[in-house]
């Protein structure tokens, strides 16, 4: 016995002194109750272990054995979760709780001819369980016994009334069983019972339909249509029906009238504009049929943004030109202005086009429409950046940052930071500069143009120059052609007065570059002046002079003219 079994039994032991003493029943009790306190608690395995001993204590007690069984059956262990689910059963026979378990036992067990007959035993100690029911209905369809599923489902009639989904489980549990008939007079009785309700009378149709009877079905169908032309239960059917007989024309006509009729459903549009799609490929891939009915659908007053953005990935897929896709992604924010694909996909379209206003025309629209989509402040901001309007651009990323959250996108979110560490930098605000870039590293450690931007600006100020570079040194071996990142390692080298070393890396950026910066040429004349080549450093600042600009020119000009490197 464990001790934690131990410790339980003996306080209840104690608690009923003297237990010796007393009588089995009162022993039980005890037990048991404290089983239940213990499972109410949280602490199964002392429950299970009390409930054990209440076993062993009284057999004949059915309480015990019906918690075990739940216990087994939460264990896995589908054998014994029965045998202790019958044996409370046995006990008590009336317990419609204990009937319900081992129901579910039987079921686990996949007996599925006991688990029907507990069922039935069951319901007939409580005739208002129509979950019951419907239970046994599945249950005898399993087992294809279709006339006590056929008997069932009129019992819930009686129940429930008479109903549609009633009406057509029977209807096709006698096509099932081969009464054809049957089947479809279930369908003429709900019909005649609502003559007003065109839909039930499209469904008799279907069964005569399905139960051979089409020419009769068709005829039902054309005069529902006569009576209410828009039907849209009645046009699905004779499209099915001209499908069948292999009537394009009629099967094309039927098709446009469908996806154009104001009763069909999203659902049904985009399934049947699939089915027009795939014709159209495997006859050649013509689209002209394909966007006539794309267009006459959006340009419905009641069209759906979903059917235009389906439009314009079909067009995509055609890659038809982006002139011709954009007033289709137009018409899906016309009718949605809220749907953030169709704008993400514009704002794409004038990115590429590097058309900048219209990219924060577009965005800032979304953020009416789209207050939590991150990536339309990213794109803001960075069309406002490349206008070079700072603030505006600093904005933007400001207020994406406030709807950042553990599920986006790191890389949006660390390009967020990294740009707004620059533009901190371009205005001086240092210490923002570097808390921004920090926190861009915190979401994408191996943000290269981060990395190198940090390292290069510490370098300038001179400040945590090993750690500057470290995130330099991981930019050139991430990207070792790139003469930018080879300068910047270079120029961290020269700060660190490793010059030799400095030389080797800002030669290595001049053979990468052939058309190098004042910035670059000026940078590496002041490594070679350190690393001793005093020549050939007054060269490169000849060069650095010939492309700098005008705040650059008089200190080169000071270089050239002292032949020596002058600290800034």
């Known amino acids: 016995m464990n001790i934690l079994k131990y410790i339980l039994l003996t306080a209840v032991t104690m608690s009923c002194v003297p237990c010796l003493s007393q009588d089995k029943g009162q022993r039980y009790d005890a037990f048991f109750i404290e089983a239940i306190c213990q499972r109410e608690k949280g602490n199964n395995d002392a429950a299970f272990d009390l409930l054990s001993h209440c076993v062993e204590i009284d057999s004949t007690r059915s309480e015990a054995w019906y918690f075990l069984a739940q216990y ?54 409580m005739h208002d369980r129509d979950d019951v029911l419907g239970m046994l209905v599945q249950l005898y369809e399993q087992r294809q016994d279709y006339d006590n599923a056929i008997r069932t489902l009129s ?18 549990l006698y096509t099932e069983k081969g009464d054809k008939k049957a089947a479809i007079s279930e369908m003429k009785q ?155 996909q514009l704002v794409s379209y004038a990115w590429r086009a590097e058309d900048k206003d219209r990219v924060i025309a577009l965005c800032r629209d979304a953020r009416q429409y789209n207050p939590d989509e991150m990536a339309f402040y990213y794109y803001q901001g960075i069309a406002y950046y490349q206008k070079e309007q700072l603030d505006d651009a600093l904005n933007a990323f400001q207020n994406g940052i406030s709807v950042i959250n553990d599920h986006s996108d790191p890389e949006i979110v660390s390009d967020f930071y990294a740009v707004m560490g620059d533009i901190m930098h371009q205005k001086g605000r240092e210490q923002e500069a570097f808390a921004a870039y920090d926190s ?16 290069y600006y510490l370098s300038e100020k001179g400040l945590q120059l090993e750690k500057a570079e470290q995130m330099s040194y991981r930019t050139i071996k991430a990207e070792p052609k790139n003469a930018t990142y080879l300068d910047t390692y270079a120029w961290i080298l020269f700060m660190q007065k490793r010059y030799s070393e400095a030389r080797i890396y800002i030669d290595q ?48 000009t000071r270089k050239i003219k002292l032949k020596k490197y002058l600290k800034e």
């Open 509 to 556: 950026t001049l053979q990468c570059d052939s058309d190098s910066s004042s910035v670059l040429l000026e940078h590496a004349g002041d490594i070679y002046y350190q690393a001793g080549e005093k020549e050939q450093a007054v060269t490169l600042w000849q060069q650095a002079l010939k492309k700098a600009t005008e705040d650059r020119r008089q200190v080169l």
């Open 72 to 125: 087994y059956a939460a264990l896995k262990d589908k054998p014994k979760s029965l045998a202790y689910a019958q044996r409370a059963v046995e006990l008590e026979p009336n317990n419609t709780t204990y009937l319900e378990t081992l129901a579910q036992a039987y079921m686990n067990q996949r007996d599925f001819k006991r688990a029907t007959e507990t069922l039935e035993q069951l319901y007939d100690k």
């Open 155 to 172: 019992r819930l009639e009686m129940m429930e009334g008479k109903s549609e989904r009633l009406s057509f489980a029977k209807s096709q």
């Open 190 to 344: 709900l019909a005649d019972q609502y003559p007003n309700d065109y839909n039930y009378r499209c469904m008799y149709a279907n069964a005569l339909y399905r139960n051979e009877q089409q020419q009769k079905a068709v005829a039902l169908y054309e005069s529902i249509l006569k009576d209410e032309p828009d039907n849209r239960m009645a046009q699905l059917a004779m499209l099915a029906y001209y499908h069948d007989q292999q009537d394009t024309l009629r099967q094309k006509q039927m098709t446009d009238r469908i996806l154009l009729n104001k009763q069909t459903t999203l659902q049904d549009r985009i399934a049947l504009m699939r089915q027009v799609i795939s014709e159209s490929e495997q006859q050649g891939g013509d689209s002209t049929r394909v966007l006539r009915l794309f267009h006459r659908m959006i340009s419905q007053p009641e069209a759906e943004a979903d059917m235009a953005i389906f439009c314009a990935t079909y067009m995509n897929l055609k890659k038809m030109p982006e002139d011709s896709i954009r007033p289709v992604l137009e018409r899906a924010l016309e009718i949605a202005p809220d749907n953030a694909a169709a704008r993400l």
């Open 440 to 455: 861009c590293l915190q979401w994408k450690d191996d943000n290269i143009g981060c990395l190198n931007n940090y390292a």
